[in-house]
Structures are given as structure tokens and as C-alpha cells.
């Protein structure tokens, strides 16, 4: 079962969702690849409550620029290839930034680029996974499920300078 909360942020409404084993949804309002919360439950059990109010407590406390880093025990379903994306993006530090491409050859993959592009797109757990640190080889701001201006909110709250 799934269990979500509604919290507020400097970028709006952030829908949090876990289940049992952890957070498994981080959603912006208008999220490009959201796939709705019919058969989820605004009532939590006791360890997916935790799991919401430690995502909770550790988003504000980001967006209050006192954490660069988030410890909350994940839960993402998604193919063993974005599964494999999503896991290299939590080692991009905080206030850097890598290319596409970058992330590609990260991943031993330099001729998937577009693969990797697409699996980061579709990252369900947004900011805490750091999609957003994901730019343009060019270093433009560049495709972001939250959309681009919630993109540079989060890059320039990181002090990432990008074109």
C-alpha cells in the first residue's frame, strides 16, 4: 500500500508517498510523469508515516539551507536499467552539476544518452534523488518533470551556476 501527505514547499505542494519500505514518491503539482494516487491511502501505517514525516522534516530543512544531503530509506520501482540511473544520481554532489552525458559515461553507458536522459525524467523521487543537478552539456537548463523554473529554483538554492 501506498501512503502519501500533502506538504508544502518554496515550489508549491510537494505530494510525498511511501510505503512500508520507504519513499517512493517525491511529486511537484503538474508533475510531467506522475501517474496519479487513485490507489493510494491519505491514511499512513505507522513505518510509512515515519518514512513521510522523515522525507518531510529533511525537504524543509533543505530548503532552509541546513542539509545537502538526504538520508530516508528509498523505495522506487522502475526497471533494473533506471533503478541503475537513479542510484548514480544520488552521488552527484550537492552545489555540482554533470552534463547528460556525464551521467552516461558515469554509468559505463556513453552511447545510452538518451536512455539515461529519459530514465532521469522519470526519477520518482524528486530533489531527495538530485535529478535536478542533471544540465545540458552545454550547461543550459534542460528537461525537468517539475518543470524548468522549479529546475533553476533548486540549482541556484545549491549555488550551481549554469547558463
Known amino acids: 500500500m501506498i501512503s502519501y501527505i500533502e506538504h508544502p514547499s ?5 505530494l510525498l508517498a511511501a510505503s512500508d519500505a520507504g519513499i517512493c514518491g517525491v511529486y511537484f503539482e503538474e508533475h510531467k510523469h506522475f501517474r496519479g494516487k487513485d490507489n493510494w491511502s491519505p491514511t499512513a501505517t505507522p513505518s510509512a508515516a515515519l518514512h513521510l514525516k522523515h522525507a518531510a522534516k529533511q525537504l ?3 530548503f532552509a539551507a541546513k542539509r545537502t544531503g538526504f538520508d530516508v530509506r528509498l523505495d522506487m520501482t522502475g526497471t533494473e536499467f533506471q533503478r541503475d540511473v537513479w542510484t548514480a544520481l544520488t552521488a ?3 552545489g555540482s552539476s554533470v552534463s547528460y552525458t556525464q551521467h552516461a559515461e558515469a554509468l559505463g553507458k556513453p552511447r ?3 536512455a539515461v536522459g529519459s530514465a532521469i525524467g522519470k526519477n520518482p523521487v524528486s530533489i531527495i534523488v538530485p535529478c535536478h543537478r542533471v544540465i545540458g552539456s552545454s550547461g543550459a537548463v534542460t528537461g525537468y518533470a517539475g518543470g524548468l523554473e522549479r529546475k533553476r529554483f533548486l540549482l541556484a538554492l545549491e549555488n550551481v551556476a549554469v547558463n
Request: proline share 14%; aromatic share 14%; glycine share 8%.
Open 10 to 14: 518554496p515550489l508549491g505542494i510537494l
Open 60 to 62: 524543509d530543512e533543505y
Open 92 to 94: 552527484i554532489p550537492f
Open 112 to 114: 545510452a544518452v538518451r
